[in-house]
């Protein structure tokens, strides 16, 4: 039977060929492309390259598709190949009906309507009257070759031009409508021209079939940008401009750049930037996103230099988190204030921009920078609040042990930038110098190592503190130990740990840790103490090492439990405020007497 060529689509869009791909043969990265020995022929050499959409051997000529690949690789027929690829991405196949049949049909006469609409508006550009927009796109920068590969085009000055010409086509004004191309007032029901005065942009789906357009005014009209609504061949968060000329620009080897304008495209690729995007004059979409992972794992996003700019990378970062993996990311290519890709790239040359491209701040770096920008961190309020942004976009992350490393990156971040550096952390290396310590300190540490042991939990609360802590060598061999393992751990799990550590040959630390000499340990570091019990009396011990940071602490805490009330803000407060108040009122930890 045939199918729609729009579920096509989405189902090729929806399968991740190098996965499919990869249950048969065994893939490696080779720059943004995989390769692997062809399943077709016997060959030792690998000549098999599978990129986002296709599939092609080098040696024997085999190519094709998602669907063809399970065609030949399991030998089933097209529609048993359809079946099986769409139960796999969670889409029901659409069974012959004749509301479908004229559904298809409806779309492809749009398709026909918007090919001889983008035709027109090319053509206008070259008569006198696209003499003022084709003045406009020179005075961009753009070439020639350009303005004719992109398809640029001229709406007319006035309405209805576009209508008197298409309807001599036998073009009527419901199926411009239905296009796009016309709009109707619901109020009066008369029918105008959505596109007039305007610099054409053609969109294109990936296959590089035009789906609908964007203008830009060169009058005073607003807004300055209008594109398409959407239409049945045309879904603006699922559509990204000039989609088909980057995928043929990865394959030649360049970046996979997201920008936020269509000249901020066009002026890139000019330059030689032919893998750059955009998204259609609104924010980055869940869709969107997903289909520049099918391209890259670790798109580029290049967005103005200034507080829009900001706004839409802030956006696009808390879209990501959810979706985050060992194998998807975003890279952050941060413009100078003021600047947009175009501007730099007219003033400064391509240098500049490669530049930036070259070295793109990661997603933790960018998403600490752009919180602390947006929250500030002057203030213990403006620290509390920051410090609650960080755990609430962490909290975002599906993928449990990237969780964990972004908890731990960013709140490293957090603490080392506060004032007087009480919470600096030491550098990445785990092999460290250490103090010399007193007896009473000695034991605070193991002290505090042994609530741990007996109380996991604790450490993601804890680990900016203790990770700070100078240790003796074998308490040290412990944390390091300990934090791996927390890393990893599905459940954090007193008697697990101890397994995991006995196994580790750390039995004689945890033994030493965990005896009762040459001080007894407080009933906070005992198994049957209550949670609250043992984070109260972690902090209160960790009073008597460093009373700044206990009070930066109660503070923090205070200030997030204010913001966002819940059981455990509250819990949190509570607990480092008791364990303040003890220290302030001289309670004694166990370790010394008492004074």
């Known amino acids: 039977m045939a199918l729609p060529p729009a579920f096509l689509e989405e189902l090729r869009g929806r399968t991740p060929l190098a996965a499919l791909i990869g249950r048969h043969v065994k893939l490696t990265r080779s720059g943004r492309q995989w390769k692997g020995c062809c399943p077709f022929h016997t060959e030792k050499t690998p000549s098999f390259h599978v990129y986002d959409d296709g599939y092609h051997c080098f040696g024997c000529g085999a190519h094709g598709d998602a669907i063809s690949f399970v065609m030949q690789t399991q030998g089933q027929s097209f529609i048993e190949a359809v079946e099986q690829l769409a139960a796999e991405a969670g889409l029901a196949v659409p069974r012959p009906t004749p509301h479908a049949a004229e559904a298809e049909k409806r779309r492809l006469d749009l398709a026909a309507i918007i090919a001889a609409a983008a035709a027109t508006y090319q053509r206008r550009?070259?008569?006198?009257?696209?003499?003022?927009?084709?003045?406009?796109?020179?005075?961009?920068?753009?070439r020639d070759e350009t303005i004719q590969h992109f398809g640029l085009g001229w709406s007319g000055e006035g309405r209805g031009t576009l209508t008197a010409e298409l309807t001599r086509e036998g073009i009527s004004a419901p199926l411009l409508v239905e296009a796009g191309l016309l709009r109707r007032d619901d109020e009066t029901e008369r029918v105008s021209e959505l596109f007039f005065n305007r610099v054409m942009f053609p969109i294109r789906d990936r296959r590089g079939r035009v789906i609908s357009f964007g203008g830009r005014s060169l009058g005073e009209g607003q807004p300055k940008y209008v594109n398409g609504p959407e239409t049945a061949l045309f879904s603006k968060r699922r559509s990204l401009y000039a989609l088909d000329f980057a995928r043929e620009g990865l394959r030649n080897g360049a970046p996979l750049v997201v920008v936020e304008g269509?000249?901020?495209?066009?002026?890139?690729?000019?330059?030689?930037?032919?893998?750059?995007?955009?998204?259609?004059?609104?924010?980055?979409?869940?869709?969107?996103?997903?289909?520049?992972?099918?391209?890259?794992?670790?798109?580029?996003?290049?967005?103005?230099?200034?507080?829009?700019?900001?706004?839409?990378?802030?956006?696009?970062?808390?879209?990501?988190?959810?979706?985050?993996?060992?194998?998807?990311?975003?890279?952050?290519?941060?413009?100078?204030?003021?600047?947009?890709?175009?501007?730099?790239?007219?003033?400064n040359g391509p240098a500049d921009f490669q530049s930036l491209l070259s070295s793109p701040l990661p997603l933790a770096d960018a998403l600490y920078e752009l919180l602390r920008e947006t929250v500030g961190e002057k203030t213990p309020e403006q620290r509390a609040a920051l410090r609650h942004r960080l755990e609430e976009a962490v909290r975002r992350i599906s993928d449990r042990a990237l969780a964990r490393e972004y908890r731990r990156d960013?709140?490293?971040?957090?603490?080392?930038?506060?004032?007087?550096?009480?919470?600096?952390?030491?550098l990445p290396a785990r092999v460290r110098p250490q103090p010399t310590l007193d007896r009473a300190d000695s034991e605070r540490g193991r002290i505090l190592t042994a609530i741990l042991?007996?109380?996991?939990?604790?450490?993601?609360?804890?680990?900016?503190?203790?990770?700070?802590?100078?240790?003796?060598?074998?308490?040290?061999?412990?944390?390091?130990?300990?934090?791996?393992?927390?890393?990893?751990?599905?459940?954090?799990?007193?008697?697990?740990?101890?397994?995991?550590?006995?196994?580790?040959?750390?039995?004689?630390?945890?033994?030493?840790?965990?005896?009762?000499?040459?001080?007894?340990?407080?009933?906070?570091?005992?198994?049957?103490?209550?949670p609250a019990e043992a984070e109260a009396g972690w902090w209160h011990i960790l009073g008597f090492l460093n009373l700044d940071h206990l009070r930066a602490e109660v503070k923090l805490a205070e200030t997030a439990a204010a913001l966002e009330l819940t059981e455990a803000t509250q819990r949190r407060a509570l607990s480092l405020k008791a364990a303040l108040n003890k220290v302030m009122a001289g309670d004694p930890d166990g370790v010394e007497p008492a004074a």
């Open 262 to 347: 269509y000249m901020d495209v066009i002026a890139l690729h000019q330059a030689g930037f032919g893998a750059t995007v955009s998204p259609l004059g609104t924010a980055l979409s869940e869709e969107q996103l997903e289909e520049l992972w099918r391209l890259s794992p670790a798109p580029v996003l290049c967005f103005d230099g200034d507080a829009a700019g900001a706004r839409a990378a802030v956006r696009a970062a808390d879209l990501a988190l959810p979706k985050l993996a060992p194998d998807r990311t975003l890279g952050f290519a941060p413009l100078p204030h003021g600047e947009d890709p175009d501007s730099l790239i007219r003033r």
């Open 125 to 142: 550009l070259k008569l006198p009257e696209g003499r003022k927009a084709l003045a406009y796109l020179h005075e961009r920068g753009l």
């Open 410 to 426: 960013l709140l490293d971040r957090f603490f080392a930038g506060q004032r007087g550096q009480i919470f600096r952390r030491p």
């Open 453 to 530: 042991l007996r109380h996991p939990k604790l450490l993601h609360d804890v680990d900016h503190a203790y990770v700070a802590l100078p240790l003796p060598p074998s308490l040290g061999r412990l944390r390091e130990a300990l934090r791996s393992w927390a890393d990893q751990a599905a459940m954090l799990d007193s008697a697990a740990l101890i397994d995991h550590l006995t196994i580790s040959g750390l039995q004689a630390d945890v033994a030493h840790v965990l005896a009762p000499v040459p001080v007894p340990l407080p009933d906070c570091a005992l198994p049957n103490a209550m």
